[in-house]
């Protein structure tokens, strides 16, 4: 029988995790303690997972980036999911979540926990309904008790937290059948839920069940991901009935996990225009009474396919500025093809310029240092510490070598009537 | 004598250019008429730019995006210039500033006018202290004739608009010096002209004489973009003393420019974190009497150079949502080298996803249409019609080629198990 995090922070328990966390993030641990106690900060944190370097996330903290990784029913080999692995590490992802969908999804997940240093997160609908849908013909044959097994065998494996899509409810069906919506569901675990409940005529087993859920999820202090199946696919969709009424009854669930020491965030759009931005955090940290706030995106426009990751970093940046605590990256591939390595990075380093000029709008101690580092290095024409200091140094390099000045204390762009020199040398002459 | 559209629009004078822009803005030619009467729109359109389309800038319009292409002192191709314009042209740039610092500076900007459709831009001055500082020596040695002859010069070629710094002036100056900053001046038009101010003790001749620059500014109706020479060139520097000192005194030119039926924008900030952005539209939008807010980015964060075109997007979405009205591009080349022509690409659509985002945050009529169609293509599954949709239909193509699916209605992301494709078979079943 563990503790969680939680029931630890609860009873005053500063556990070798706080430690780590609040150094690196430069707080006092008890803080950070009583931040995870009233549930406004998550550890995701499973001890199998051997090797982790655990990260915080929530209030007060710096804002998290995640990385979606894994295969696809149309493309799936494991040495490329390691790849994308490599490439999200190495940009500074804070977590990975193995999405797969093809190939050995058990192989795949264990090779990704073994050489991930990061916290994993997983969905475990789907390798239950892809599992089920291959063993007994359809997704809609699929038990209560396969969608547990599946969650139990992840837990574990080390998985850190998994999306549990418990929100999607009869109730909330209903919703959206009344809603009439432009692309109903674009959830994956939603879709998966959704088709076995109205064929089944069932409510969701992870919301009729999330006792059972609980039990699981407390006995490998397994952070629960409350998922949003039923996020908005456009930004027509944004902001309405069944994505709010989805909300809702994740505020309950979140108090009913808060009540067993279960570790919990809540997951959120996807498709929001951005002066609806503001309104989706407010909302959030209201009905979930500060849960954190893991939020998809969200993409601010529908129309830019192939540049996602920026209309990504605009969305991201405003919610993390407004409150949100962790990014879901999304890669310029979203919405056409699976991610590449090469994706994988564009897609990280996007989404941490986002929440970095989130941190320093909320005035996170620690955070503007970077920035009055770099424009120091700017001013005194230091090449050598700028390209050290920028988010990629590797991209950053590259550009400045395909163009080479005439004098190496300038670049290209003004040549040797740089502004900076010529102030420089003027101020320091006079 | 001709007549400034801004003079014809205080007659009560529909000019073709405003039926023009009326028709694709897809507002009523009166109003737009209004707006430029009172100086909150701008129609930048010299009478010599042959083949010219015009465009409006300001209040009730969409937000446009303007690309800087032009040489170096240590890159200066002009077939490079035209593949940029091209370039920019194609990505969906709404003007261009010819920025070029080396080479033949005349004949490139001849060659850029001649091939632009879209309105021409210039800051004059370079090309007045580099010419000086090569017959004479040294830049301080240019006299207030020098810049003027320049100005009346390009305005005789053609260009539309003119980025003129007068706003540095000896007091503006006395704030730079008493606040203390970390990058000082990184303009290089406000470098040119404080470094030949202080070397010759005198007042900025653009302010000093700013009545002889509206003299040529209403003689060719080219639009006044009054330079922010004292931007902040980091986050560090944002809002600070001689920065609001400038805006102040261009406040008052702008009433002095409508005052000779002069056309007049606002340039803008710069490196400025998230949190500053909606305070200093707001102070732009008051002290400027409601004249066009024409920003340089803003940029977010320093940190990321080889990404800065991602940086800008997301100050320049929340200021364009806020009411800045013209998005000056900012490439991934940007503080490490002179663009490419993909590098200009790159810009222009990063700054037109920012620009689109806050048209429909906004609540622009027409803007949010162009989501709700590409999401109804997706909905459907239609392919060839999201990519025709998409900001760009050469970059959304390239990645669906680069993995194709088994089957083609969906996209190697999810394979099979699309969300779409999956609620949509089941809800035409059931």
Redesign the interface.
């Known amino acids: 029988m563990i503790e969680t995090q939680l029931a630890k922070a609860r009873r005053g328990e500063i556990t070798p995790e706080m430690e780590t966390i609040a150094r690196t993030e430069g707080i006092d641990p008890q803080t950070l303690m009583e931040g995870v106690s009233c549930g406004r900060v998550v550890i995701p944190a499973n001890k199998r997972h051997r090797g982790l370097k655990p990260i915080g996330v929530g209030e007060g903290l710096t804002v998290k980036v995640n990385a979606n990784i894994g295969t696809?029913?149309?493309?799936a080999d494991p040495d490329e999911e390691l790849l994308k692995l490599e490439a999200a590490i190495e940009a500074g992802a804070d977590t990975v979540m193995d999405l797969s969908?093809?190939g050995d999804i058990d192989e795949i997940r264990r090779l990704i926990l073994e050489r991930s240093p990061l916290p994993v997160g997983t969905v475990p609908i789907?390798q239950a309904?892809?599992e089920v849908a291959q063993r007994k013909g359809g997704i809609v044959m699929m038990t209560a008790d396969d969608i547990f097994e599946v969650i139990e065998h992840q837990a574990t494996d080390g998985v850190d937290f998994i999306t549990v899509h418990c929100g999607v409810t009869l109730s909330s069906l209903e919703r959206l059948k009344i809603q009439g919506r432009?692309?109903?569901?674009?959830?994956?675990g939603?879709?998966?839920l959704?088709?076995w409940m109205?064929?089944n005529e069932r409510e969701n087993p992870l919301y009729e069940d999330f006792d059972r859920l609980l039990e699981i999820a407390q006995q490998h202090d397994i952070t629960l991901s409350l998922g949003d199946g039923l996020r908005p696919?456009?930004?027509?969709?944004a902001t309405d009935r069944p994505q709010i009424q989805e909300l809702l009854l994740l505020g309950e669930l979140t108090e009913r996990a808060w009540a067993e020491e279960v570790q919990v965030m809540i997951e959120g759009p996807g498709?929001v225009?951005?002066?609806q931005i503001e309104t989706n955090v407010l909302l959030e940290k209201k009905l979930c009474k500060g849960a954190p706030f893991y939020v998809l995106g969200p993409l601010?426009?529908?129309?830019?396919?192939?540049?996602d990751?920026?209309?990504c970093?605009?969305g991201g940046?405003?919610a993390a500025?407004h409150g949100a605590d962790f990014l879901c990256y999304v890669t310029?591939?979203?919405?056409?093809?699976?991610?590449?390595p090469e994706d994988v990075r564009e897609g990280v380093?996007?989404t941490r310029?986002?929440g970095?000029?989130?941190d320093?709008?909320?005035?996170l101690a620690k955070a503007?240092t970077?920035?009055?580092d770099?424009?120091?290095a700017?001013?005194a024409l230091d090449w050598n510490k700028?390209?050290k200091?920028?988010?990629?140094p590797t991209?950053?390099t590259?550009?400045?070598e395909?163009?080479k000045?005439?004098t190496d204390e300038?670049?290209?762009?003004?040549?040797?009537?740089?502004?900076?020199k010529?102030?420089?040398e003027?101020?320091q002459r006079?």
Do not use: N
């Open positions: 696809s029913s149309d493309h969908t093809g789907y309904a892809i432009i692309t109903d569901i674009v959830s994956r939603g879709a998966f959704a088709t109205i064929y696919g456009c930004l027509a969709d498709h225009p951005l002066d601010v426009t529908d129309v830019a396919p192939g540049y990751h920026i209309v970093a605009i940046a405003l500025y310029p591939a979203e919405h056409l093809k699976l991610p590449t380093v996007a310029i986002a970095h000029a989130a320093v709008a909320r005035g503007r970077w920035d009055d770099i424009a120091r700017r001013k700028q390209i200091l920028s988010i990629d991209k950053a590259q550009y400045r395909e163009s000045p005439e300038v670049c290209t762009m003004c040549g040797k009537f740089c502004a900076i010529m102030v420089r003027f101020f006079t």
